[in-house]
């Protein structure tokens, strides 16, 4: 039954008339969904085979907005037969169509920013998009914040010494000592052992800054954190009796 189900719409992929596929498409999701309640995740997939289709630019712009509607129809279908964790399992492919939109647009400034925000934080309400941002931000914190700063505190000269109250006599200080002061400074945590050197200013001041950038991105990453989880609503785009008027073109 299952490679029955989908028989009509590779029939019209084989014949090149993606429209139809679209139509054939809609009308399977349309069915299984509304009356049987039943879905599976590589269904959204089927999509990717109808975009794969040699197209002229042109079409390909008007393929790739249909796709595009065609995946937001489909959350609202999921959605309205309550099935919201299928939803949110097609939400990152409908932004993947999104984000070929503003490509073929020549938004390549808007498409940069939304490709370095998914390969960053993924998408929102999602559990792989929260540990997805938790892993990027420690990553990019500590290749340009916390390293370059415990390089600039060790070369070209040392400027941490230990505090002097602590221990009497001289501890030459290794590269892990530079990490371990950068990290305390970064995340103002400041245990007192290790510090800037009193006369060097350029260790005074680097470690003040690095102290308030750590307050800037703690404060981003907060703020990051509370907008993926809030209960904002999980579909946009027309009510469904809009897509009607999209669709008929493909007929």
């Known amino acids: ?24 498409y809609k009308n399977v999701i ?35 907005a249909i796709c595009e509607r065609m995946l937001a129809y489909t959350r609202k279908l999921l959605i309205n037969a309550r099935k919201h964790n299928q939803a949110r399992k097609v939400f990152p492919k409908q932004m993947k169509y999104r984000r070929f939109l503003d490509w073929l647009n020549g938004d390549y400034w808007v498409w940069f920013q939304k490709y370095v925000y998914w390969l960053t934080a993924g998408y929102q309400k999602t559990y792989p998009g929260l540990i997805r941002l938790l892993i990027s931000s420690i990553f990019f914190v500590n290749i340009f914040v916390l390293i370059p700063c ?75 954190f509370v907008h993926s989880m809030l209960k904002i609503p999980a579909v946009d785009g027309p009510p469904l009796d809009d897509f009607e008027g999209i669709f008929s073109k493909l007929k």
């Open 30 to 64: 349309e069915k299984k969904i509304t009356n049987d309640l039943a879905w599976e995740n590589s269904w959204a997939d089927k999509i990717d085979d109808i975009w794969r289709r040699d197209l002229d630019k042109s079409e390909r712009l008007y393929i790739t």
């Open 150 to 224: 415990a390089a600039t505190y060790r070369f070209p000269h040392p400027r941490l010494e230990y505090v002097p109250t602590v221990y009497k006599e001289s501890i030459k200080l290794e590269w892990f000592h530079y990490i371990y002061f950068s990290a305390m400074a970064l995340t103002t945590v400041g245990y007192g052992d290790i510090h800037p050197k009193p006369l060097d200013k350029i260790g005074i001041f680097l470690s003040v800054g690095e102290a308030m950038v750590g307050y800037i991105l703690l404060g981003i990453f907060i703020g990051l």
């Open 1 to 24: 039954m299952k490679n029955e189900l989908w028989d009509q719409f590779y029939k019209h992929l084989d014949k090149s008339n993606w429209r139809l596929a679209l139509v054939e």
